[in-house]
Nanobody
Framework: HVQLVESGGGSVQAGGSLNLSCTAS????????MKWFRQSPGKEREGVAEIDNEGNTDYADSVEARFTISRDSANKDKVTLYLQMHDLKPEDTAMYYCAADSRPPWVRRRLAGPDGPITYDRWGQGTQVTVS
């Protein structure tokens, strides 16, 4: 089973930068579809940035141009997802989680049809980001 472990959270002043990492182990496929989510106390979880199997990326409007998602897929035994965060704002304070769809795209299509959506079935434990 794919396991995810995040790291890199911490405290920073507004305007500062942080880099988050998420290491995926146990995968049989290197180009996992992965996504960063965040959740603040009392708020719903929100998607921050995602990267699909082909490497296409998408961002929430609130982080566009400030955050960059990337994935190191050189080794299927250790896939690493990154989130570079710049110009951080107090409203970016949250627990950040990485998630992955552990199914290779051909498995997803077989199970859910040719347009089967990405379903994030693996989650990390989260890493706290605090911006003051």
């Amino acid at each position: 089973h794919v396991q995810l472990v995040e790291s890199g959270g911490g405290s920073v002043q507004a305007g500062g930068s942080l880099n988050l990492s998420c290491t995926a182990s146990g995968s049989t496929y290197s180009r996992l579809a992965m996504k960063w989510f965040r959740q603040s106390p009392g708020k719903e979880r929100e998607g921050v940035a995602e990267i699909d199997n082909e490497g296409n990326t998408d961002y929430a409007d609130s982080v566009e141009a400030r955050f960059t998602i990337s994935r190191d897929s050189a080794n299927k035994d250790k896939v690493t997802l990154y989130l570079q965060m710049h110009d951080l704002k107090p409203e970016d304070t949250a627990m950040y989680y990485c998630a992955a769809d552990s199914r290779p795209p051909w498995v997803r299509r077989r199970l859910a049809g040719p347009d089967g959506p990405i379903t994030y079935d693996r989650w990390g434990q989260g890493t706290q980001v605090t911006v003051s």
